[in-house]
């Protein structure tokens, strides 16, 4: 029998409701989306989402096209000027045609990456001080082959850097699209799709940095989960893991959806009762603790799920490999995150951070790699559309907002916290939705010149290199 799905787009945590349809084959593991049949036919080609590609395209190079209109406008006018080269390449291989198109998206730490894809990590030696382990494998093993392809050189892993970006930023805007329109329609993954091109530190997606990658990976899981295909999310999760620290944390939403996808499949919530009384709330919560429990128990017996069950340990599988070579080339199996106290960075609880933060005021300076007021904005703000997002979103989307927006915080450093939020895409959902509302049309106007114009000014310091948007 196929699972046919029951319309959840509420933010109450359920996944697409799996109903047995007893004329035909039984496969558990898989949930289609509402919005899939709705889709006119002529507009795929076998699942290939036509619209969703066409938008995602345009949305990807019409932006990265102002990105590199605004790059070579201070590589070759604002660049110059400076007292100080902070680039580490010389200011005539900078201004230098084609490899300023390249060489303009190669700043901070994607000199690490680099590194890694050409020679591998460092020494058990370099753990002493600031190393390359804190950064994961994944995508400078991606680079690798492409890198060598090119020649070998430095200019052909910086051209394979981007060759990897820029093709995980169009699946990721392909991917955000698909979900955002499976969720809400899709007028509302236009906007979404047009808020993440525009986001002010959306340029690191195109840039030689894992931003991308993670997000692409992040998104396919989520949305893999959401249509109940378990293997693939796990898959996507465990690669995501293998590509930043935070990619173990997608084990979370994608544990939450599971739970509610069986429990709503086995133990169906019985509570009728939608009143507003006291009486009517505990009968509720009393039906859906029973569900909740009941559930997951019912759906241990049958086989069938066993693969599903198992899947998911290939999240947590994706750090542990990184782990197991560390160890063999280190002797520390947790090289990685031992070494990220020589780069400033251990745990702290979230509101000790920020509380520090937001009370020790520090002034405008370029040179410093703590921007006060981008960093402190951005964990302000993403702090308030997480609170959102668990009444607005199904909480597949809060959960990874949660974890996503809370990590860097955990760290004990406000550095580059502007950056690490590219990857916290439900907010963009709910400001695509918020933008949406009938007769509200200059809200999509505000945000798009917001965005806009704050990425133009980023964008400027990312290729200057000030430290202030690393």
């Given at each position: 029998?196929?699972a046919r799905?029951?319309?959840?787009?509420?933010?109450?945590?359920?996944?697409?409701?799996?109903?047995?349809?007893?004329?035909?084959?039984?496969?558990?593991?898989?949930?289609?989306?509402?919005?899939t049949?709705?889709?006119?036919?002529r507009?795929r080609?076998?699942?290939f989402?036509l619209?969703?590609?066409?938008?995602?395209?345009?949305?990807f190079?019409?932006?990265?096209?102002l990105?590199?209109l605004?790059?070579?406008?201070?590589?070759?006018y604002?660049?110059?000027l400076?007292?100080?080269?902070?680039?580490?390449?010389?200011?005539a291989?900078?201004?230098r045609?084609p490899?300023?198109?390249w060489?303009?998206w190669?700043r901070?730490?994607?000199?690490?990456y680099?590194?890694?894809?050409?020679h591998?990590?460092?020494?058990?030696?370099?753990?002493?001080?600031?190393?390359?382990?804190?950064?994961?494998?994944?995508?400078?093993?991606?680079m690798?082959?492409?890198?060598?392809?090119?020649?070998?050189r430095?200019?052909?892993?910086?051209?394979?850097g981007l060759v990897?970006?820029?093709?995980a930023t169009?699946?990721?805007?392909?991917?955000?699209?698909?979900v955002?329109a499976?969720?809400?329609?899709?007028?509302?993954?236009v906007?979404?799709?047009?808020?993440?091109a525009l986001?002010p530190?959306?340029?690191?997606?195109?840039?030689?940095?894992?931003?991308?990658?993670?997000?692409?990976?992040?998104?396919?899981?989520?949305?893999?989960a959401?249509?109940?295909?378990?293997?693939v999310?796990?898959?996507c999760?465990?690669?995501?893991?293998?590509?930043?620290?935070?990619?173990?944390?997608?084990?979370a939403?994608?544990?939450?959806?599971y739970?509610?996808?069986?429990?709503?499949r086995?133990?169906?919530?019985?509570?009728?009762?939608?009143?507003?009384?006291a009486?009517?709330?505990?009968?509720?919560?009393k039906?859906?603790v029973?569900?909740?429990?009941?559930?997951p128990?019912?759906?241990l017996?049958d086989r069938?799920?066993?693969p599903?069950?198992?899947?998911?340990?290939?999240?947590p599988?994706?750090?542990?490999?990184?782990?197991?070579?560390?160890w063999?080339k280190?002797?520390?199996?947790?090289?990685?995150?031992h070494?990220?106290i020589h780069?400033?960075?251990?745990?702290e609880?979230?509101?000790?951070?920020?509380?520090?933060?937001?009370?020790?005021?520090?002034?405008?300076?370029?040179?410093?790699?703590?921007?006060?007021?981008?960093?402190?904005?951005a964990?302000?703000?993403f702090?308030?559309?997480?609170?959102?997002?668990?009444?607005?979103?199904?909480?597949?989307?809060?959960?990874?907002?949660?974890?996503?927006?809370l990590?860097?915080?955990?760290?004990?450093?406000?550095?580059?916290?502007?950056?690490?939020?590219?990857?916290a895409?439900?907010?963009?959902?709910?400001?695509?939705?918020?933008?949406?509302?009938?007769?509200?049309?200059?809200?999509?106007?505000?945000l798009?010149?917001?965005?806009?114009a704050?990425?133009?000014?980023?964008?400027?310091?990312?290729?200057?290199?000030?430290?202030?948007?690393?």
């Open positions: 029998m196929d799905p029951v319309n959840n787009t509420r933010g109450d945590g359920h996944g697409p409701v799996m109903i047995a349809d007893t004329n035909t084959r039984t496969d558990s593991t898989v949930a289609l989306s509402p919005h049949s709705a889709t006119p036919m507009t080609l076998r699942g989402d619209i969703a590609w066409r938008d995602a395209l345009v949305a190079v019409l932006s990265r096209v990105l590199v605004v790059g070579l406008l201070t590589v070759f604002l660049l110059p400076l007292k100080s080269n902070l680039t580490h390449y010389s200011l291989a900078n201004t045609l490899h300023a198109l060489l303009m190669r901070f730490d994607s000199g690490f680099v590194d890694i894809a050409r591998g990590y460092w020494s058990a030696a370099t753990l002493r001080h600031i190393s390359n382990w804190v950064f994961y494998p994944l995508y400078p093993l991606l690798r082959p492409i890198g060598f392809l090119l020649g070998g430095d200019t052909g892993f910086n051209v394979a990897v970006s820029n093709g169009i699946a990721a805007f392909v991917l955000l699209y698909k955002a499976m969720e809400f329609g899709r007028a509302a993954a906007r979404a799709l047009v808020l993440l986001f530190t959306s340029f690191y997606l195109s840039a030689i940095s894992p931003f991308s990658l993670f997000l692409a990976l992040s998104l396919g899981s989520l949305y893999a959401r249509r109940g295909h378990w293997t999310a796990a898959l999760g465990g690669l995501a893991a293998l590509t930043r620290a935070q990619g173990l944390l997608l084990l939403p994608l544990l939450w959806e739970w509610q996808v069986v429990s709503d086995y133990a169906p919530r019985q509570a009728t009762d939608q009143g507003r009384r009486s009517a709330w505990v009968e509720r919560a039906d859906w029973s569900s909740r429990l009941r559930g128990a019912l759906a017996r069938r799920n066993a599903a069950f198992l899947s998911f340990a290939l999240v599988l994706g750090a542990l490999v990184f782990m197991v070579y560390a063999a280190t002797g520390d199996l947790l090289a990685s995150s070494n990220e780069w400033g960075r251990h745990f609880p979230p509101w000790t951070l920020l509380w520090h933060s937001l009370t020790h005021l520090s002034l405008p300076n370029a040179l410093d790699w703590n921007f006060w007021l981008l960093n402190n904005a964990a302000v703000l702090l308030l559309a997480t609170v959102w997002a668990f009444r607005a979103l199904p909480i597949i989307y809060a959960l990874y907002s949660l974890v996503m927006v990590s860097p915080l955990a760290s004990a450093s406000m550095q580059s916290l502007s950056r690490y939020y590219v990857v895409f439900p907010a963009l959902m709910l400001l695509a939705l918020w933008s949406g509302r009938e007769g509200r049309l200059g809200r999509m106007y505000l798009v010149g917001l965005f806009s704050l990425q133009a000014v980023f964008m400027v310091f990312f290729v200057l290199a000030l430290p202030a948007i690393a």
